[in-house]
């Protein structure tokens, strides 16, 4: 082992480390980081004390740095953190199973007991992970932060493809902390009036150059890493907000929010939107007025698995006054079933369809579906609307509501982005 400066603990730090991996990346051979957590440090710490906390980190240093391969280098990266750089990258894998496993086997002895201690792990290689420091060492942190996330004591490897996905994940959790996730709002027209009648809240991810990134680029990572019903209460609160700044407002209009079925799973979170809501439409009562409508929209991937567990949590929303949307129907199995077990107000058609209008035979499925909906009183409601043709044909299939691009694209409030008045239709503007 090639120690870099020496320190209290005789061991590299955080910046002498950089320095090493800056130096390997300037040799340009292909080199491995490995970057070990010791679980639940704060917890050991804790329950048994600082001095213990100092043993199982001098302790855990000494098994990291007898069970490296000749060449390596390993130092302190902060917290209960080390880094570890190795050269030899044919055999990583089976050199992180190695640490891992020792780390496992050690025991220390307490006052009381024998504590055996566990540690997770994230690799990265170079170039393959990165091919410049701040890549590869974010890239090493992702992916340690995954390996805590699918359980600890394990490692994780950042793969070209995983370190964007995991990286995204950071990206997405630090904005969640710092409030970083804003509502777009979409507007929703009547197509019989052509007026605006409402708006769905999307949720966008603003970075901290001031960038905005759509849902469309963390919504799949935020349910892998199961953080979605994060998102929809930041979103939902702030459309209660901004129902609730409005709610005096004479002009009738419908505030959709996308829900998941990972909020659904998180009673603590659906109790206090709940308590939200109803103190918002109790406000409205005592004002001698119905205040703005809110709508909740689910798809049937998030309704898919358990409908009465679906069901008992938001009947009580509905209860409160609440409405639900089917959202993306004709996408995947779209069923009329869910229609029966849930009293849905609205169907959304999913985009996909829409813009297929052209077709005779996606016409007709859009005709029944309209036709079905129509005949149990549901309001449908037309997606992802781009042009004046397609705006033509769902308006002559008897579609009650339509939003697209055509109309509008989400945009966030404009107050917030001192973008034009929210409410003056590019369409009627132009004469469209
Ligand atoms: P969605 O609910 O079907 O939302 C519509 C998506 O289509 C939005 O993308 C919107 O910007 C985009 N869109 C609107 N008009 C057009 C159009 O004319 N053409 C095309 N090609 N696209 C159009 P976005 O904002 O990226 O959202 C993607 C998906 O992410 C949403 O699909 C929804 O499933 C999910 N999502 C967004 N915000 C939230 C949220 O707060 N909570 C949850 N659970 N999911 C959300
Ligand atoms: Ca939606
Ligand atoms: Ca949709």
Known sequence: MAPVSDHDDGIPDRSALRQTVSEHIRRGAPFGLILCDIDRFKLINYSLGHEFGDRVLCQTAAVLRDTLAAGGTIGRWGGPEFLCIVDDIANLD????????RVERLVLLSTTSRIRITASFGVASYPADGHDAAD?????DAALYHAKEWGRNRAVRATVIQKRVLGMGVTLEAALH?????????????????AVVGEEALARLQMPDGELLAADEFIEVSRQLQLTYKIDQSIIRATLERCMANRVNPQPHAHFVNISGNLLRHPDAVQELLELVRAYVATCRAEGHQGRM????????????????AKAILMPFVEAGLQLALDDFGHGYSSFQYLADLPFSFLKIEGSL?????????????????RIAAEL????????????GIAHIVE???IDWAQGFFYDAARLDQQADGHRPLWQPRWSVSGK
């Open 354 to 370: 829409i813009r297929r209008l052209a077709e005779p035979t996606t016409r007709k499925i859009v005709q029944g579906i309209q």
């Open 396 to 398: 002559d299939l008897g």
């Open 136 to 140: 590869l060492l974010n890239a090493v």
């Open 178 to 194: 710092e409030n970083r996730i804003v509502p777009a709002y979409q507007p929703i027209v009547s197509l019989k009036t052509k």
């Open 294 to 309: 809110m709508v909740l929209e689910l798809t049937e991937r998030e309704l898919f698995g358990d409908i009465a567990h």
């Open 377 to 388: 009183g549901i309001k449908t409601l037309a997606e992802g609307v781009e042009t004046p």
């Open 94 to 101: 089976a050199q992180v199973e190695k640490l891992r496993h």
